[in-house]
């Protein structure tokens, strides 16, 4: 934490809880001082100049006078490699053992006296001077890694390293993560280090980002991930390149990629965008599936009203008409200082209100953070100091006793200590295997309360207990230790593991449903992840657009932001809900007792409008069951950028205003405030106007009514869309193909919350004898269900 991030702190919660920051700074920044010796002399080195390699499975090992390289494609066609002898394991990233190495691939001597791995994806050339290039199957240069260079302490440390990296001149970053300045990522400095409260990570950011290292490269020559496996702070520099307008003389794209430590290590995966996602997931593994309740619409609020406001949201919801599937809530005491248990005096009796609720159709979720006051007598903290040998809690470099509450407790290293919202509180090491067992058996409070899930809320000053930790926290990093410079960045992470692991534990008979504020590359294996209130104004809708279109790229396809800010405008408020409603996690958030806002705060016009956005969503429900199976399947996002099926239409890579939902259907939301007609952008193909029926034909661009009621949404020609009909049951919705061509789509029909296998029913469309034919294929048996045809 610097000055600034105390400045933050003292304006985000108050003069008192901003003075026990400092104190818990100033206090943190002298641990650090002691435990942390400065870097001092540096020795640079690079790799120097090639000595001799050696083929192995799937590569080998190319050998440099002051390093080696390490190269291994997997079966999967993902290839990976690593300086200094680095593993591809332990990884936080990959979710088991290392994948199997392509048999057909094998280190062999190259041009200029250099050596090249080649594949069926990739060719991975490796320059006598250690430069990295990949070439696609036709010869495309896709990158050029120039040699690495270190800096090692002479005194010994952590090496710091830079990674420099050139892309054609047309190309165009994305990811890097959830980053509220924009799924396309311009030209600036991005921080690796997940922020806290007002905290930026990039040009512009704000309040929300969810850093990884993760990015696309998308040119005329190809789309490739790179993946930086090291959750050490660092930062990426990005330039986009330039074309020389015909004189040859083209200024490539750069990358340049600097670590406080660690490996150097990364994964590539290269193809069509739907390859590569499906590459990363079967890498890094696949996203958890939601229960079907998760896909509606959900409320969140802080439960200061108890038992009673939470009857009144619910009846509200009912009596107007919104439909309502899942309240999110805390029921801890209302200064946050139980991060288990009910405060009794507001919910006397919970489980009997979530069986009301459930039986109403609405399920109960509840918020859960990992800051345990350091209280003695408190159960869980005392439950934490009888795990393993040293304890549950993330400890500091010494041996000495820490002193709570009259007492003294020993432990094997003294409990770090961090200003969260409870007060004096002390953090779980969920980079402990043990750890994560025992935090995950505390979830069977919440279950037997009737809650249906859980959502991770910091219960300190960040999405991670960054800014209440010292750099020098220590922590079990699977049994090989390590500090807070390397454990910061996946602790959500490893948090989310240990939830989703021991609800299922718990309930095996049902999906887990969890969400996180925070996350690192493979947090989709165990559920979604909610960046936080909205940013303000209308940058804010902007930003939530682009961080849940980042995160998809990123291998997580169920994410979202809450809506509905007290001081946004009427406008405002109605253009956000109409974007959330097509977000895959739709939650408004209103604090219960407050006076938060509600939809129907504003007036009937605006419950109107309301009323529409909640129900397009509810009637795209089967549609969204659908996305979520092949997200599972596949590891295509739910919300994904125009230029997915097209990545060479350079006009769509730059289009950041309007997004596809699968593949049949295209958002564009009012971004501006006044906007009543708006530009949208389209993908090659017909497209229908889903209000008015009217056909326009891509690529190009079209200029389309955009009132506060609606806003422009299109369907593909040939589309089959399942939809709720109007009696609840399940209907297909067909959108005309042109004459001679043919459309289609999948249905994955509701299996209920088990883990039950749902066929995958497909289904194409074509035009004959002036009628649109709709058949299943395969000669699948059963009834079809009904169809509704449009764009006649």
Same mark, same amino acid.
Request: net charge positive; charged share 25%.
């Given at each position: ?24 700074a ?40 002051r ?7 997997a ?6 490699? #690593? ?99 924009g ?22 950011? !704000? ?21 930086h ?73 802080s ?39 009910v ?24 918020a ?6 350091? !209280? ?17 809690y ?6 000495r ?10 432990v ?32 069977? !409070?919440?279950l ?42 996946v602790?959500?992470?490893?948090? #989310? ?22 996350g690192?590359?493979?947090?989709q ?28 790229l ?14 946004? %405008? ?20 209103a604090?219960?007792? %407050?006076?938060?806002? !509600? ?12 009323k ?64 009543e ?23 190009g ?92």
């Open positions: 934490m610097d000055g600034r991030d105390l400045v933050r702190s003292v304006k985000m919660v108050g003069s008192v809880q901003g003075l026990r920051t400092v104190r818990t100033w206090r943190h920044r002298r641990a650090d001082a002691r435990a942390l010796p400065p870097r001092g002399a540096e020795r640079a080195r690079v790799p120097g100049l090639l000595t001799g390699a050696k083929p192995g499975p799937g590569g080998g090992v190319v050998r440099f006078a390093s080696e390289l390490r190269i291994r494609v079966a999967g066609g993902a290839v990976f490699w #690593a300086w200094d002898g680095a593993a591809a394991l332990p990884s936080y990233a990959l979710p088991g053992s290392e994948p199997e190495p392509d048999p057909r691939a094998a280190l062999e001597p190259d041009k200029d006296g250099g050596w090249q791995v080649v594949s069926e994806r990739l060719t991975v050339a490796v320059s006598r001077h250690g430069a990295i290039e990949l070439r696609t199957p036709g010869g495309l240069v896709l990158r050029r890694e120039l040699p690495p260079r270190w800096w090692e302490p002479v005194a010994g440390g952590a090496a710091r390293w830079v990674q420099r990296s050139e892309v054609p001149a047309d190309a165009r970053y994305f990811g890097l993560g959830g980053r509220v300045c799924a396309r990522l311009r030209e600036g400095t991005y921080r690796l280090w997940n922020p806290g409260p007002g905290g930026t990570s990039g040009p512009g950011d !704000e309040l929300g980002d969810l850093p990884m290292p993760v990015h696309l490269v998308v040119s005329d020559a190809g789309t490739h991930l790179f993946f496996d090291n959750s050490w702070a660092g930062q990426v520099t990005l330039r986009e390149g330039e074309e020389g307008a015909g004189s040859g003389h083209d200024r490539p794209g750069t990358c340049e990629v600097r670590m406080d430590g660690g490996p150097l290590r990364c994964w590539v995966v290269a193809g069509t965008p739907a390859r590569v996602l499906r590459g990363w997931t079967a890498l890094t593994g696949a996203p958890a599936l939601p229960p079907s309740w998760a896909l509606g619409a959900q409320h969140a609020g439960g200061a009203g108890g038992e009673e406001e939470v009857r009144r949201i619910v009846a509200a919801y009912r009596e107007r008409g919104l439909p309502l599937s899942v309240l999110h809530m805390d029921i801890g005491q209302g200064d946050g200082r139980q991060v288990f248990g405060d009794r005096e507001r919910f006397p009796g919970l489980p009997r209100l979530a069986k009301e609720l459930r039986e109403d159709g609405v399920r109960l979720v509840s859960v953070g990992p800051a345990v006051p350091a !209280e003695p007598g408190n159960a869980v903290f005392d439950g934490g100091q009888r795990i393993g040998a040293a304890g549950a993330v400890r500091d470099a010494g041996g006793a820490v002193r709570g509450a009259g007492r003294a407790v020993r094997a290293g003294r409990a770090v200590r961090g200003a969260g919202r409870p007060g004096t509180c002390v953090y779980p090491d969920f980079t402990d295997p043990l750890v994560r067992e025992w935090w995950g058996s505390l979830y069977e !409070e919440r037997e309360q009737g809650f249906s899930g859980v959502w991770h809320e910091p219960g300190s000053l960040s999405a991670e207990p960054g800014p209440a930790l010292p750099l020098s926290a220590r922590y079990a990093l699977e049994g090989r230790g390590g500090d807070h410079r390397e454990a910061h960045n602790y959500g992470l490893a948090m #989310a593991s240990a939830g989703y692991e021991g609800v299922r534990r718990l309930r095996p008979d049902e999906r887990p449903f969890l969400v996180s504020r925070s690192w590359a493979g947090v294996r165990y559920g979604g992840v909610r960046s936080g209130e909205g940013a303000a104004g209308w940058h804010g809708l902007r930003a939530s657009l682009a961080l849940v279109l980042g995160l998809g990123c291998g997580v396809p169920y994410a979202g932001v809450d809506g509905g800010g007290a001081e946004e %405008s009427d406008e405002l408020y109605v253009r956000r809900l109409q974007l959330d409603a097509f977000l895959p996690l739709f939650r408004t958030r604090d219960m007792g %407050s006076g938060g806002r !509600e939809p129907w705060e504003s007036g009937p016009r605006v419950l109107e409008y309301a529409a956005a909640f129900g397009g969503r509810e009637r795209l429900g089967p549609y969204f069951v659908t996305l979520a199976q092949v997200a599972r399947l596949t590891g295509a996002p739910y919300v994904r950028p125009l230029w997915w099926g097209t990545p060479g239409d350079r006009a769509l890579r730059d289009c950041e205003d309007a997004f596809l939902l699968g593949d049949a259907l295209l958002v564009a939301p009012v971004l501006e405030c006044g906007t007609r708006r530009a949208v952008r389209l993908p090659r193909g017909r497209w229908y106007d889903t209000v008015t029926g009217e056909a326009y034909e891509g690529p661009q079209v200029l389309m009514d955009a009132p506060l009621s609606r806003i422009p949404v299109l369907a593909r020609a040939g589309a089959v869309i399942p939809v709720r009909g109007a009696e609840g049951g399940l209907e297909l919705e067909v959108w005309a193909p042109p004459v001679g061509r043919t459309g289609g789509g999948l249905v994955v029909r509701d299996a209920g919350d088990g883990w039950a296998r749902t066929a995958v029913e497909r289904y194409t469309s074509r035009m004959a004898g002036g009628r649109v034919v709709v058949e299943r294929d395969g000669g699948e048996e059963g009834a079809m269900p009904p169809v509704r045809v449009r764009g006649l």
